[in-house]
């Protein structure tokens, strides 16, 4: 089954200065998560990288984890209308380091 | 800073046809990988190696082949293309395989008359 399930499914749809939180589930043992941001038709890019379960911010953006609640989140405050895009997560597997993405989560900003 | 760059951007082959696409990285990464990206879905590993000359099958490493003959390029070809594999194929490049971050490539779309 799907290793990595990210909510919400699909899509949010938020206004302009709202906050977004994203979250990923995982079904195995991880040693790292990253979180990345697509605009359609474009490459993936790292937003938030985190090696050992502890919190990370960047800008207007913080992703938080808790290994043993088999959960990570990415939390967007004040979101913009250039923030809309997909956002997926990834889960490293401790046994082997193999990499495994959620389906992602289409965000929209409207003014 | 390093870049990831896959060509063609699109590719157009008929059914049947083996084609190939190519990624070139400047990061000096061991690394490399090749995913699938279906519309609306997450990424699904197809083949990576983790140094020159190495590979490594993936979830869905059925119908290609891949070929890494230098540390900055990785190769992935569709032996037989279908219409069912239409989907957008990205690189991406680690400093290693041991879970650091990942870096894409702007992707290769495949189409298949």
């Known amino acids: 089954g799907q290793q990595v399930q990210q909510s919400p499914p699909a899509s949010l749809v938020l206004q302009e200065g709202e906050n977004a939180e994203l979250q990923c589930t995982y079904s195995t043992t991880l040693n790292s998560m990253q979180w990345f941001y697509q605009r359609p038709g474009g490459r993936l890019v790292s937003l938030l990288y985190s090696p050992s379960w502890a919190e990370q911010r960047g800008g207007r953006l913080t992703s938080s984890a808790a290994s043993n609640e088999s959960r990570s989140s990415l939390h967007i405050s004040s979101s913009q209308i250039t923030d809309s895009g997909t956002y997926l997560c990834?889960?490293?597997?401790?046994?082997?380091?193999?990499?495994?993405f959620g389906d992602g989560t289409q965000l929209v900003v409207k003014p | 800073g390093g870049i990831i760059t896959q060509t063609p951007k699109f590719l157009i082959g008929q059914e049947g046809q083996k084609l190939t696409l190519k990624c070139q990285q400047n990061?000096?990464?061991?690394?490399m990988y090749w995913y699938r990206q279906d519309s609306g879905k997450g990424l699904r590993l197809i083949y990576y190696?983790?140094?020159?000359?190495?590979?490594q099958k993936g979830d869905l490493s059925e119908g290609y082949d891949a070929s890494r003959e230098k540390k900055s390029s990785f190769s992935l070809t569709v032996t037989s293309a279908q219409k069912n594999e239409m989907a957008v194929f990205l690189c991406?490049?680690?400093?290693?395989?041991?879970?650091?971050?990942?870096?894409f490539g702007e992707g290769s779309r495949l189409i298949v008359v």
């Open positions: 990834a889960m490293v597997r401790n046994s082997n380091n193999r990499i495994f």
């Open positions: 990061f000096n990464h061991d690394t």
């Open positions: 190696s983790i140094t020159e000359n190495d590979l």
């Open positions: 991406a490049s680690s400093i290693s395989s041991s879970g650091n971050t990942l870096y």
